[in-house]
């Protein structure tokens, strides 16, 4: 786990060769075909990537059900699984389960999306921050999928999305040894988002994203496109900014994806925190997280670890 650009790929890799694992990725723009560049497609195998036309939403439930299954898969050829990926609700899903809310009448659903087609997703985005303000803290404005079942949760039952998510008391399941990474000063991450979106645009970003809005079908409702960076390029396309401010527009938008991801992980249970600018070390000191559950005949391994001691506390608090 850990924020966008932190070095998460990096470290599962090096995972995967040292004790001979297989790789499932955690990221809901990487299930999508056609998202590659501008979804940081690992070159290193992985899982769960490309698994579903971008006209087809994927949920958090499907990926539960489909992570299960590799894992399954991965154990019975004698192997270890590894997850790895940003996107925090896919590994709550796969860990806790999800929230047990009643079924809701459609109508309430199609009354927000009216709404929202009259007001724009920002509007309801402020109308969610009134009546649940954490889910609204978690979402971006444009987030159309997550703020719709946010309000349609609250107007069917009476009750807050996130009241629901507490009140389930999901059964956390032990079977995961979870590793996060921290990057040492907050500049050191803004410089790895900058770095990494003028490579993907070196890779021809451009090009993946208007071979998608040349797609019939595809519109900015649906998950896919509404990837960061891939929203931003569609409204350059759409002629509503140009491209010195698509990139801005890109960088901020990441930089507040990694932002919301930080919030989320300070308060996941039972998390071990690696800092990401001693790359070196990372798998030196992951060793004793994943040992029980990679099983390896490597002795020689240094001194483990720095783990969740003051400094990264203080560095997470400053942050």
Same mark, same amino acid.
Not at 72 to 79: A, C, K, L, P
Not at 87 to 104: C, H, K, M, N, Q
Not at 241 to 247: G, K, P, S, T, V
Not at 288 to 293: G, I, L, M, Q
């Given at each position: 786990?850990?924020?966008?650009?932190?070095?998460? $790929? +990096?470290?599962?890799?090096?995972?995967?060769?040292?004790?001979?694992?297989?790789?499932?990725?955690?990221?809901?723009?990487? !299930?999508?075909?056609?998202?590659?560049?501008?979804?940081? *497609?690992?070159?290193?195998?992985?899982?769960?990537?490309? !698994?579903?036309?971008?006209?087809? &939403?994927?949920? +958090?439930?499907?990926? #539960?059900?489909?992570?299960?299954?590799?894992?399954?898969?991965?154990?019975? =050829? @004698?192997?270890?699984?590894? /997850?790895?990926?940003?996107?925090? %609700?896919?590994?709550? #899903?796969?860990?806790? @389960?999800?929230?047990?809310? &009643?079924?809701?009448?459609?109508? !309430?659903?199609?009354?927000?999306?009216?709404?929202?087609?009259?007001?724009?997703?920002?509007?309801?985005?402020?109308?969610?921050? +009134?009546?649940? &303000?954490?889910?609204?803290?978690?979402?971006?404005?444009?987030? $159309?999928?997550?703020?719709?079942?946010?309000?349609?949760?609250?107007?069917?039952?009476? *009750?807050?999305?996130?009241?629901?998510?507490?009140?389930? $008391?999901?059964?956390?399941?032990?079977?995961?040894?979870?590793?996060?990474?921290?990057?040492?000063?907050?500049?050191?991450?803004?410089?790895?988002i900058a770095t990494r %979106?003028?490579?993907?645009?070196?890779?021809?970003?451009?090009?993946? !994203?208007?071979?998608?809005?040349?797609?019939?079908? /595809?519109?900015?409702?649906? &998950?896919?496109?509404?990837?960061? @960076?891939?929203?931003?390029?569609?409204?350059?396309?759409?002629?509503?900014?140009? %491209? #010195?401010?698509? =990139?801005?527009k890109i960088l901020a938008?990441?930089?507040?994806?990694?932002?919301?991801?930080?919030?989320?992980?300070? $308060?996941?249970?039972?998390?071990?925190?690696?800092?990401?600018?001693?790359?070196?070390?990372?798998?030196?000191?992951?060793?004793?997280?994943?040992?029980?559950?990679?099983?390896?005949?490597?002795?020689?391994?240094?001194?483990?670890?720095? %783990?969740?001691?003051?400094?990264?506390?203080?560095?997470?608090?400053?942050?």
């Open positions: 786990m850990g924020p966008t650009a932190s070095g998460k $790929s +990096a470290l599962a890799e090096a995972l995967a060769q040292r004790f001979d694992a297989e790789l499932i990725s955690v990221d809901s723009a990487l !299930v999508y075909r056609g998202l590659s560049i501008g979804a940081a *497609k690992p070159d290193y195998p992985h899982h769960l990537v490309h !698994v579903r036309d971008p006209l087809d &939403p994927y949920t +958090a439930a499907d990926f #539960a059900r489909d992570a299960k299954h590799c894992m399954d898969e991965i154990r019975g =050829r @004698g192997r270890q699984p590894i /997850l790895v990926g940003g996107s925090l %609700l896919y590994f709550r #899903a796969l860990i806790e @389960g999800l929230d047990d809310v &009643p079924t809701i009448d459609p109508q !309430v659903r199609a009354d927000i999306e009216a709404e929202a087609e009259e007001r724009g997703w920002p509007a309801l985005h402020q109308q969610l921050a +009134a009546v649940d &303000p954490v889910t609204a803290e978690r979402l971006h404005p444009n987030h $159309s999928q997550r703020i719709c079942r946010a309000l349609e949760v609250h107007r069917g039952t009476g *009750k807050p999305l996130s009241d629901w998510q507490q009140g389930a $008391s999901p059964q956390r399941s032990n079977e995961y040894e979870c590793i996060a990474l921290c990057p040492q000063e907050r500049s050191v991450l803004h410089g790895r %979106l003028d490579a993907m645009f070196d890779a021809g970003l451009l090009d993946e !994203v208007r071979s998608l809005y040349d797609r019939n079908g /595809l519109h900015t409702d649906l &998950p896919a496109i509404r990837a960061v @960076g891939y929203r931003q390029i569609w409204s350059f396309f759409e002629g509503e900014i140009d %491209l #010195a401010e698509c =990139r801005e938008a990441t930089r507040q994806l990694a932002k919301r991801q930080l919030t989320w992980l300070r $308060s996941w249970p039972d998390l071990t925190w690696l800092l990401t600018d001693e790359a070196g070390r990372l798998v030196q000191s992951s060793r004793s997280a994943v040992e029980a559950r990679i099983p390896s005949d490597t002795a020689a391994l240094d001194d483990p670890e720095r %783990l969740w001691n003051a400094r990264i506390q203080e560095l997470m608090r400053n942050f």
